[in-house]
């Protein structure tokens, strides 16, 4: 049958199960808008108030199912707002679809009005870009799109339409989305039995869990894995949910701002499991000093990532719950008594600890966590509040954290939340913010007041820039430069003028009933939690410092009264 672009665009994102889509309409745009009005009851389609929003949503909505993220974007400006987010997506491997229109072709090259080259600009922030020039390559094009946003690692495509595609004719013929197997290919027989036999063959082992196993949902393999090598497990800040945060083996998360027991045990491990991780220098501090003493097994999807960072003794190339279910047959029931209990020791040595005479991050995250009874949705920004839910939230299961790891995108959260709570409808969905953050992107309460899309927005106010003055603090002398934020902004007002709840909250016993009010309201709610402006995520590694050097408020205070 003969279809023009806009409604090939339109069927085949149907085929491929798309029923949300968020963006913001624009002159190039119009005639897939207007297809989309004719198909809304098939498609719903979210209007943020900002491109950027679109793009964090439609990865917050990725992460939440597990399915591609799809975001829309007019010509010029429209389309350069969406990179932000495109790159948050790339640096976390958020499958992802960004579809942006452009000029016609006639008008290309001609710096035509709100014209501009995005796929040259997206090249290193995509897994795959195009521009579609004639509307007979369309269909092909967005299928081919989908298909590697989800395939092996998965990432961000965006695929940029000229105006005239949109509305010329072509033959269109319906196809079934291509089936997505996990990637098998590369795992080789021999690789597993030199990682079992190293696994094998150690006293001390430990495990790390990275972003990978979340995306691979590889965690009843890693639970049986950890179960029959009786070693500790401990993860990074995007692989939080792939092993219980309740589990006795559990040490918390490592690196800068990982616990001390996580820190001290992969220092002091004779062999690190790592599964679906990248050694992000904020994992490993110093790459000289980390797990020295230890073989590294290295369990990653993607080639590149192996010996990257870090050199490892064995590695295999593959989908982590793949090879997870081909090694932990190989693996031989040990017992590793004595290094556990040296490990949780340490936990019981090294406890996350906080001031609890006042209103803290730490105290509202652990509320959190209890009048949730550990089951919300907990999306964030990026700073201080950001480690706070890492440390203090304990999380049961993949894909109940979403955060930008790799990029550190300040203004994610909000946008982010959105999309988890259009996904999950009937959890309860929460964005822990900084008052930073949250001048990035509150704009976007406008979105979910709209919708009434019943996020809570949990604003940490200390009236700074919370980590940068952290950093200054200990290393820059106390010299604040451009880092705080003391004005006459009122967070409440501006949450209520753009049609949300808002409450204030000063003391530790005012959270919860704001916190079960929120629950209880029907659309969006902000929390305002003034706390004070000198607390500090502990424990911290300085950059560039081994991770055995990790050092808390205790040992600050020690240090300062030498």
Known sequence: ??????????????????????GYPGGAILNVYDELYKHSREIRHILTSHEQGAAHAADGYARATGTVGVCLATSGPGATNLVTGIATANMDSVPLVAITCNVGISLLGKDSFQEIDIAGISIPITKYNCIVKDVESLAFTIRKAFRIAREGRPGPVLVDLTKNVTSDYTDYEPAAPEEIIPQSEYIRVHDLEEAAALINRSKRPAIFAGGGAVISNCSKELKKLAGILQAPVCDSLMGKGAFDGNDTLYLGMLGMHGTKAANLTVSHCDLLLAVGCRFSDRVIGNPKSFAKGAKIVQIDIDPAEINKNIKVDVSVTGDCNEVLK????????????AWVEESLALKEKFPLCYDDDRLTGPFIMQEIYRLTEGSAKIVTEVGQHQMWAAQYYRYREPRQLFTSGGLGTMGYGLGAALGVKTAWPAKTVVNIAGDGCFRMNMNELATASRYNIGIIEVVFNNSVLGMVHQWQELFYGGRYSQTILKDKVDYCKVAEALGCTAVRVEKREDFEPAFRKAVETDGPVVIECVINENDNVFPMVPAGHSISEAFDQNDLKERQSE
């Not at 090939?8 to 085929?15: G, Q, S």
């Not at 081909?326 to 008594?337: A, F, G, Q, Y």
Request: proline share 6%; aromatic share 2%; charged share 20%.
């Open 1 to 22: 049958m003969k279809l023009n672009g806009s409604q090939i665009l339109i069927e085949c994102l149907k085929e491929q199960g798309v029923d949300t889509v968020f």
């Open 326 to 337: 081909r090694l932990n047959p190989l693996i031989c029931p040990t017992e590793h008594s």
